[in-house]
């Protein structure tokens, strides 16, 4: 856990050269930058959703002679699911973050691009044009994931503001 908390306080803008430097300008440096994005508050979520499960689940699956994959299948997955959805829900907002980053440093097309040629060119239209229509996209894929978590835990009552 200590090398995953060193990851996520690293600057992301700090790291994208290395992604690029490792894996070429192409999509796979994005990639690798938005997975190492999202990745830590649906893991940090998965984890505190796993350690609440009662000690007598466990020993359920003790007595019945589940094997580790068992576990987390019947047990670990649905009762920590729901956490899992709101890690999704929260890194799908900065996953929009970690592509812009990614185009900023290696892009010649795109929202980030558009930021980096905006800012060199002091052209305030299109840095606001571009940062308008990011939040839209960050917007419009929060409501998404909400959607998505309604019909999966369709059971559950979901705050249905757009804060929550």
Do not use: H
């Amino acid at each position: 856990m200590p090398f995953v908390i060193i990851l996520q306080t690293a600057p992301k803008i700090s790291l994208a050269p290395l992604f690029i430097l490792w894996m070429g300008l192409g999509i796979k440096s994005k990639l690798a930058l938005v997975i190492l994005v999202v990745m830590f508050p649906i893991m940090i979520n998965q984890v505190l959703a796993i350690r609440t499960i009662d000690e007598n689940a466990y020993n359920l699956m003790k007595i019945l002679r589940a094997k580790k994959f068992q576990t987390f299948l019947y047990l670990e997955l649905p009762y920590s699911f729901e956490m899992l959805l709101s890690g999704i829900k929260l890194a799908i907002t900065q996953a929009v973050t970690g592509a812009v980053i990614g185009e900023m440093i290696g892009a010649k097309a795109g929202l980030g691009y558009l930021l980096t040629l905006g800012s060199e060119t002091y052209d305030i239209n299109m840095i606001l044009s571009a940062v308008i229509v990011l939040s839209f996209i960050g917007l419009f894929l929060y409501l998404l994931s909400s959607g998505l978590e309604k019909k999966v835990l369709f059971w559950k009552e979901v705050d249905r503001s757009v804060a929550g």
